[in-house]
């Protein structure tokens, strides 16, 4: 680990799946996984897989005797192949050879992937194998290699092959493995002229086609040798052999360039004919490179946050806002695709996009808005599908989907496999409502950092609005207690989904749920403030809400009900969770040591964790990770709770205990809570966070997909919690606390279309106001406001 790459110096056959993901390559519209160019799927060791963002396809399986249809994001053809053999010998294999030298570096400046292997095999023949890799973000479309090889104590005759290869199923996922997995056909192949091989394969259902051109060239001596392949063609599969002379001492050098084009493409005719065309306007390797990197270089200059912490922290760090990138980018904009949770990195969760924006967009807001912007039109189109999901259920309004995918209707798998027990469960987590909350939250967060009001106008303020109806709707009136409730709901700790020994599904009244719904419901009532008077009329016949819904409206964002334990101090997570029985940490964690999924431990063993008062993922605390708690006191006081500051900790210890950290989410919240009332037990649970993809804490997750929420997490608690960033009333403040560990921070925010940078230290902070557009901005420092124009820098004392 060093502060701007990934390296691991040894091979080591068991690590590779993971470390393939962590090597991904991608740039918002193609992503690659970092597996060797001759590798192919072998189950636990390697596992090429090219993913388009959006690139989904439905297929049905027959599971338990049931029908089930899955929305699976594809694994498209694997561009990669290349290898080589001696005539009549075995291909190229990193098993077969005795590696005596390794090292894979990522190197995140740059993107770019590199392996150098010394190898000796089986006659005693050693080789050096040096390759470069780039999914370029300069140029959505294009990807290339470099692949040399350096005979050292042997001359002879070599074949290479380059290929492109269509015959590839979605495999990459243990516990889908019996489901249906092969959603590409082959729709043509071949060798288009003399240099270029293409292939065209089709997703079956959805019928997104997608064409690959590749151009492979040998190199002699830095000149394109000349020597011309001899061209196989097989259904789904296409490559070119180059037969060579191999000279001790003197490296072949090989370039693959590869145009991708797909049919959901803008600016284009037809895939193939596109990708034709431009594949003979393609440089070489070195001249795309250079161009990639200074698309890298431009992205860092905005996006980079400079700690001067340790190589683990920073390094890791820039490997998170890395991935971010390459998971969307300005190369996503137009799409029409969502931020998947593990990236374009695996198939786990089949690519859906889930309320983990709400862990991912507070970066991009402020680096990026632009991308969030677009990621929040994702939503938009999709508002019909979520109107008629309310409409299904018998609410108004808009209900999102826990899990989305290509049109926005629920992909949440009906029954999900347990690989402990090997059985498969129904899977109740769709009840997850507060998806819908998140989407508005995410639409006013946006609004805050931006002041984008055209969006807010057009768009936003019809989510905001058409989400608190349906939250109007689905929340009923408690004639006893005089408060409103919401029922039959799943909170963010998936946990807990029903009741012991109930035979109905969700719980009542998740305190998070409830909350968020009442915010939803008051920043809607605000909008009225913010749009203009006709907008909002308009947007009122619109959504068909009446005088009577909006009165309604108000009455729920004051008396809706919020549970609370005995001690009246501590919210309850959701109603009757008070008598659940207390979970024997000590014992579990004796038997099966710090195993986050106890879910599905205890149900292997005939248990039932919805008995217990253990959360798989902070679900209350979520509320002090949302909102600062001027903002959660005053929802409370509007609500007429006896809710204190005081309390939040009490809130926080109590759940603190009772939390297995069953998602890669939680102990970002978990960082989050504690950054300024315990500093070294937040640096601990930031240090978890940090690693949680890159050492797998959870156990072999990683090698099917990158958890983005918690990457984009952590990258998210420097920027926003160390500097104690908060945007209210029209004020940006800031009020820095650096953890001990981080001496410095360094970084730039893009805030109301203007560009600042901060220098923080435990003891300064320096804003420099030196680019953007030359409206005032106010910035508030440790309580005092400050005006900021173009040029502006200003120091400020930093007192504890
Ligand atoms: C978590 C969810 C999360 C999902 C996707 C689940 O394990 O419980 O909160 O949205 O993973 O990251």
């Not at 990236?343 to 990026?368: K, Q, S, V």
């Not at 719980?507 to 907008?535: C, F, G, M, P």
């Not at 929420?709 to 920027?719: E, I, K, N, R, S």
């Not at 804003?767 to 557009?773: E, H, S, V």
Request: net charge negative.
């Amino acid at each position: 680990m060093a502060d701007w790459s990934i390296i691991y110096d040894q091979w080591v056959p068991k690590e590779q799946t993971l470390r393939e993901a962590i090597c991904t390559l991608g740039n918002g519209y193609i992503a690659t996984r970092g597996a060797f160019e001759e590798a192919k799927a072998e189950p636990d060791l390697n596992y090429p897989g090219t993913y388009l963002a959006g690139g989904y396809n439905r297929l049905t399986s027959e599971v338990a005797g049931k029908q089930i249809e899955n929305e699976d994001l594809v694994n498209w053809p694997n561009w990669l192949p290349v290898s080589f053999r001696h005539p009549g010998e075995e291909w190229f294999h990193m098993s077969s050879v005795e590696v005596l030298d390794f090292k894979q570096e990522l190197d995140l400046k740059h993107g770019v992937l590199l392996r150098h292997v010394h190898f000796r095999d089986s006659r005693g023949h050693e080789s050096k194998l040096n390759t470069r890799r780039i999914v370029s973000m300069a140029h959505p479309h294009s990807a290339a290699l470099e692949w040399q090889l350096t005979p050292l104590n042997w001359s002879g005759e070599v074949e290479i092959r380059s290929a492109l290869d269509g015959r590839v199923i979605n495999s990459g996922v243990a516990r889908y493995r019996t489901l249906a997995s092969k959603h590409l056909e082959t729709l043509e192949q071949g060798q288009h002229d003399e240099e270029n091989m293409f292939l065209v394969v089709q997703t079956v259902q959805s019928k997104t086609r997608m064409a690959q051109v590749a151009r492979t060239q040998v190199y002699l001596n830095d000149q394109v040798s000349g020597v011309l392949p001899q061209t196989k063609i097989e259904e789904g599969y296409v490559e070119h052999l180059f037969r060579l002379q191999a000279t001790k001492g003197q490296p072949l050098r090989l370039e693959k360039s590869v145009l991708i084009y797909t049919s959901r493409d803008w600016a284009t005719s037809e895939p193939l004919q596109d990708a034709c065309v431009n594949i003979k306007r393609q440089g070489t390797f070195e001249a795309l490179l250079e161009e990639h990197k200074r698309a890298w270089q431009r992205l860092w200059n905005r996006c980079d946050l400079d700690t001067a912490c340790n190589a683990k922290v920073q390094g890791v760090l820039r490997l998170h806002v890395f991935h971010l990138l390459q998971t969307v980018s300005g190369h996503t904009v137009d799409l029409d695709v969502g931020v998947p949770a593990r990236g374009w990195h695996g198939e786990a969760y089949r690519g859906h996009i889930f309320w983990d924006e709400l862990f991912i967009f507070p970066f991009l807001n402020l680096h990026l808005p632009a991308i969030t912007r677009e990621l929040l039109m994702y939503r938009y189109r999709r508002l019909n599908e979520a109107r008629s999901a309310a409409k299904e259920a018998g609410y108004k309004g808009a209900m999102f989907p826990w899990q989305s995918g290509s049109n926005g209707r629920e992909e949440s798998q009906v029954i999900h496999l347990n690989p402990q027990s090997g059985r498969w469960l129904p899977d109740n987590t769709f009840l997850q409502r507060h998806i819908s909350s998140a989407v508005a939250y995410n639409v006013w967060h946006y609004y805050q950092a931006t002041d984008d009001i055209d969006f807010l106008s057009y768009h936003g303020a019809e989510l905001m609005m058409d989400i608190a109806q349906f939250w109007s709707t689905i929340a009923t009136l408690n004639q006893e207690t005089g408060r409103y409730e919401i029922l039959h709901v799943v909170g963010p700790d998936e946990y807990h989904t029903e009741y012991p020994d109930s035979e109905e599904v969700g719980l009542h009244n998740n305190a998070y749920t409830n909350v968020l719904a009442v915010w939803v419901i008051q920043k809607a009532l605000q909008l009225k403030e913010v749009i203009d008077d006709s907008r909002y009329e308009e947007l009122l016949t619109k959504l068909h809400i009446t005088p009577d819904d909006l009165t309604r409206w108000e009455d729920i964002s004051k008396r809706m009900y919020v549970p609370f334990l005995e001690d009246t101090r501590i919210m309850a997570q959701f109603d009757g969770y008070d008598q659940l029985q207390e979970f024997d940490w000590d014992t579990y964690k004796a038997k099966h040591g710090e195993a986050m999924r106890l879910d599905r431990i205890l149900e292997s063993e005939g248990d039932n964790v919805n008995k217990y008062k253990a959360s798989k993922q902070a679900d209350v605390l979520m509320l002090f990770y949302l909102f600062s708690s001027e903002e959660l006191l005053s929802i409370f006081k509007q609500l007429d709770y006896d809710f204190k500051p005081e309390n939040i900790r009490v809130n926080i210890a109590y759940y603190e205990q009772r939390t297995s950290h069953g998602s890669t989410l939680s102990k970002i919240v978990h960082a989050w809570v504690l950054a300024r009332s315990d500093r070294k037990r937040s640096w601990v649970n930031f240090e978890m966070a940090l690693m949680s993809d890159l050492k797998d804490i959870q156990g072999g997750t990683t090698a099917e997909g990158i958890h983005l929420g918690a990457m984009a997490g952590t990258v998210d608690l420097v920027q926003r919690a160390y500097t104690g960033l908060e945007i209210r009333d029209d004020v940006l403040w800031l009020n820095p606390v650096l953890p001990e560990e981080m001496p410095c921070l360094n970084l730039q925010l893009r805030y109301r279309g203007h560009w600042l940078e901060l220098n923080i230290t435990c003891h300064k902070l320096i804003i420099t106001f030196d680019r953007g557009w030359s409206k005032e901005v106010k910035i508030g420092v440790c309580g005092e406001v400050h005006t900021f124009r173009t040029g502006d820098k200003k120091e400020f004392d930093i007192q504890r």
